[in-house]
């Protein structure tokens, strides 16, 4: 038996599903009873699930006002796993790779499809303050407040060179 073309009210609902979940994700994490009493409410007018799923907003729920009517794609993704502030992002020439520098002194390097984190660079001895790919994209240059500057080989994560020489923390890094 051939498989048939998916309906398109079917995907379009899993679609719009797939956004609230991505939007509305911290809040059904911590509280998932939520979904009806703000996750709906705030979806945009649009929204397939909010259609379908309208009557079952909370009872005491009678008007929303200023409310989207599409949903926004501004986010696809949050990255967790630093301990303390991230203070620079950059992202690799071909868009495949993030690197993210913290204040738990270390960069981390992310896969930007997916949003895991595949290597810790650690060795700086100071809060991390910027980071910067080469054009290549196999360098990465870290800045510190420890008055170093740091190049890393992206593919192994190991340092290849340190440039030092500030009296002063390195707060900024370009190629």
């Known amino acids: 038996q051939a498989q048939s073309d998916p309906n398109p009210e079917l995907v379009e609902f899993l679609a719009d599903a797939e956004c609230l ?4 994700r911290l809040i ?3 509280a998932p009873t939520q979904i009806y009493a703000s996750a709906l409410v705030f979806s945009p007018v649009t929204s397939e699930i909010r259609k379908h799923q309208w009557r079952h907003k909370a009872p005491f729920i009678s008007a929303v006002r200023d409310v989207r009517h599409h949903w926004e794609p501004e ?11 991230v203070r620079s992002v950059a992202f690799s020439p071909d868009g495949t790779v993030l690197a993210s520098a913290s204040d738990d ?29 080469s054009p290549d994209g196999r360098l990465l240059a870290s800045a510190s407040t420890d008055a170093t500057i740091r190049l890393w080989d992206v593919k192994i994560g190991k340092c290849w060179q340190i440039l030092q020489g500030h009296e002063f923390y390195a707060d900024s890094v370009a190629f």
Not at 21 to 24: S, T
Not at 75 to 85: A, D, K, N, S
């Open 75 to 85: 986010l696809r993704q949050i990255l967790q796993g630093h301990e303390m502030v």
């Open 105 to 133: 002194i270390t960069v981390r390097l992310w896969d930007a499809e997916t949003g895991k984190c595949w290597q810790t660079l650690e060795g700086q001895k100071g809060f991390v303050f910027s980071v910067a790919f």
């Open 21 to 24: 979940i991505h939007k509305r």
């Open 28 to 30: 059904l994490e911590r």
